[in-house]
């Protein structure tokens, strides 16, 4: 948790665990060459009882003969859940102090019984091995917790052996809140009817499934490079490889795909996991799945994780004239469109009608009417080179398995009012450069860089 010479953060709310944690590291620090500060953050949740802790803080470190950084922040006008928003607030803070700095470690107060609260408080809402690892006894951004071995008992003990005073929260006894409630009613009827050391079983099981997912965030990196294809975002998955997994594998590979479009797991439960699965072993090629902050979609053999889009369609729209020679980029499909005239000197009778899915050959002096770059739009019909008749590109996407989201930002060419090339599908019937063709438009296709 700590090396030699390091300055490290103790945050302090006020409270008995975080004074405790403050006396113990400054009884440490001279043999371990720790440089103590304090951090506290106002919530202003309780008005003067607030203001009070603040100055009990401050107060505190003066006797101690540290530095303190007080931060205020208005946690009662945020939107999210009350606790939630005052855990993102001291994290924000506690992660400034890092980044800045100020400090190389923040030191917590959360102990064993803390752990096991969270673990019971996560089994319950039904979370897996993950949500089961609880509270992190090190985490890689610098935040410690040097007392998650130690029951609240033992903290109360210390405190009381040395005459040490600390603030009371009385929001910690009201039972409104769901941890309250395990803590005052669940975890002490299990003790009493059940198991008297299940606080430190609930710990053993966090510090078991840590261990596993230990392993399987390596495990996860290593499959995720071999699976995932990453777009704007978004993360793509072939269905055919994640049948292929054992289940357990598939799920966390399901979970791992979700994390990475969205940023975090919040409100993803086993039952959007499930469902993705079920959606990925159908024999009908299509399916979607909504989750909270994702949409995920399956069109043909594969599946695409990514945060909602909302209603692009009159945005997404775009018309770009196309210079010759020139390149026209087209970012939202990722391409880069590139036209070259060629005479016919330059080059020979059979590559003059190449097409395959980076080129495309047209014959310069039957175009007519200005060059511009489109994406596709439905009713959009042409008949490709090689084709018996016109056909909708709708119907070309779908003979060709093109996924859904690919066909939004499809470009196609067009001279006037005609389609004169498609992307993948190549050049119209009757543009198309043949064996007579003097000058040749040569269109090629590539990932943009």
């Known amino acids: 948790m700590f090396r030699a010479g390091q300055k490290a953060g103790v945050a302090v709310s006020g409270g008995a665990d975080s004074v405790c944690l403050l006396y113990a590291l400054v009884e440490l620090a001279p043999r371990w060459d720790l440089h103590l500060s304090v951090l506290h953050l106002n919530h202003h949740l309780r008005g003067e009882e607030s203001r009070r802790d603040a100055e009990f803080v401050r107060d505190l470190a003066a006797t101690l003969g540290l530095a303190v950084a007080v931060r205020e922040a208005d946690v009662g006008a945020s939107p999210d859940n009350l606790e939630q928003a005052a855990r993102e607030a001291r994290l924000s803070f506690f992660r400034e102090a890092l980044a800045g700095g100020a400090v190389d470690r923040v030191a917590l107060g959360h102990t064993l019984s803390d752990q096991a609260e969270t673990v019971l408080f996560r089994f319950l809402r039904g979370a897996g091995t993950a949500g089961l690892s609880g509270i992190r006894p090190v985490l890689a951004e610098g935040i410690v917790r040097p007392l998650i071995e130690v029951e609240r008992a033992e903290v109360a003990r210390f405190l ?30 299990l003790a009493r009817e059940w198991n008297p050391a299940i606080a430190e079983t609930l710990a053993h099981t966090a510090d078991w499934a840590l261990a596993e997912e230990a392993y399987w965030e390596a495990e996860m990196d290593r499959l995720a490079a071999r699976h995932f294809t990453e777009k ?35 409100g993803i439960d086993f039952r959007h996991i499930a469902a993705v699965l079920e959606v990925a072993a159908g024999a009908g090629g299509s399916g979607r799945v909504q989750a909270p902050g994702l949409d995920i979609h399956r069109s043909f053999a ?32 990722g391409l880069e469109i590139s036209l070259e005239l060629i005479e016919k000197a330059e080059t020979s009778e059979n590559s003059a009608c190449v097409y395959n899915k980076e080129m495309g050959g047209i014959d310069w002096q039957r175009l007519s009417g200005p060059l511009e770059v489109r994406n596709w739009r439905p009713g959009d019909q042409y008949q490709p080179q090689g084709s018996t008749g016109a056909e909708k590109i709708k119907t070309l996407f779908q003979h060709a398995r093109i996924p859904l989201w690919e066909r939004r930002d499809w470009p196609i060419l067009t001279g006037g ?33």
Not at 162 to 185: L, S, V
Not at 308 to 317: D, M
Not at 422 to 443: H, I, M, N, T
Request: glycine share 8%.
């Open 302 to 333: 594969w599946l695409r994780f990514a945060r909602p889009a909302g209603n692009r369609v009159p945005e997404r729209n775009y018309r770009v004239p196309a210079q010759v020679p020139g390149v026209v980029r087209v970012p939202a499909a």
């Open 417 to 449: 009012p005609d389609i004169v090339w498609a992307r993948q599908f190549g050049p119209a019937a009757r543009f198309a450069a043949g064996p007579g063709s003097k000058v040749v438009l040569q269109v090629r296709e590539a990932e943009a860089r």
């Open 232 to 266: 704007g975002g978004a993360v793509l998955v072939r269905v055919d490889a994640l049948a292929a997994l054992p289940l357990a594998v598939g799920r966390r590979l399901v979970r791992c795909a979700m994390e990475r479009a969205k940023g975090d797991l919040r």
């Open 160 to 189: 009381g052996e040395r005459g040490i005073a600390w603030r009371e929260d009385a929001t910690n006894a009201a039972c409104m809140f769901a941890r309250n409630r395990i803590r005052h009613q669940l975890l002490p009827q």
